[in-house]
């Protein structure tokens, strides 16, 4: 079945540093989005990418899906401990219907 | 807060006991998810329902089933319940198909 890969499974970071988790997916995806779970609470929509080499940006936050829509990414610039959580990138294969999650990368932020 | 709303917060069971989750969707949203996700694990998605019918399956085991009501309400039931089943159950609801999807706080399910 469809798989979607995500990595690192878990980061450790310096308050202030840079933060990146990767999404692969074997096969093309119609969409991605990406998901943040804070501890203990439930996941939230951050943003959905459709296009292909298509770059959104929220204040700190940069997401590329890839030219080949089988892979995604999302940049933290300067983290802070508001940051910390739970990042998931979750796809949908091109002509599938069900939205498939990756496993998740954990960030703890250190001040 | 999402709008979606999950009952219960907590559920402790024996096992092989059937305990029954129940999601309501936000207003206007047609399509209800079920989640599974277990201690350190990612989300497992279990089934997907718009309007009424079963749209897709994920990995949901035969002892668990679900419907979606007239009025979108979803249930989950999961039957002859094992330790392995303890997890968090959320539930999600979108417009249609390929929307975001907003999450319910979850039921935290403890099967001793």
């Known amino acids: 079945g469809q798989q979607v890969m995500q990595i690192p499974q878990y980061q450790h970071v310096q308050e202030g540093e840079d933060f990146t988790t990767y999404c692969n997916s074997s096969t093309t995806l119609s969409n991605i989005q990406w998901y943040k779970q804070r501890p203990g609470g439930h996941p939230v929509f951050l943003i959905q990418?459709?296009?292909?080499?298509e770059v959104k940006k929220q204040k700190r936050l940069t997401f590329q899906f890839g030219e080949a829509k089988k892979n995604s990414s999302l940049h933290i610039t300067a983290t802070q401990t508001t940051d910390v959580g739970t990042y998931f990138c979750?796809?949908?294969?091109?002509?599938?219907?069900?939205?498939?999650f990756g496993a998740g990368t954990i960030l703890r932020v250190k001040s | 807060d999402s709008g979606v709303t999950q009952t219960p917060k907590h559920l402790i069971t024996a096992t092989g006991q059937r305990v029954t989750l129940r999601c309501s969707p936000r207003?206007?949203?047609?399509?209800v998810y079920w989640y599974q996700q277990s201690l350190d694990q990612g989300l497992q998605f279990l089934i997907h329902?718009?309007?009424?019918?079963?749209?897709a399956k994920g990995n949901i085991l035969e002892r668990f089933s679900a419907q979606q009501f007239p009025d979108l309400h979803s249930e989950l039931n999961l039957s002859s319940l094992e330790l392995g089943d303890s997890a968090l159950y959320f539930c999600?609801?979108?417009?249609?198909?390929?929307?975001?999807?907003?999450f319910g706080p979850g039921t935290r399910l403890t099967v001793l």
């Open positions: 207003s206007g949203d047609l399509s």
């Open positions: 979750a796809g949908t294969v091109e002509y599938g219907n069900k939205l498939v």
């Open positions: 999600a609801s979108s417009v249609d198909f390929y929307n975001e999807q907003f």
């Open positions: 329902y718009y309007n009424g019918e079963e749209r």
């Open positions: 990418l459709v296009k292909s080499g």
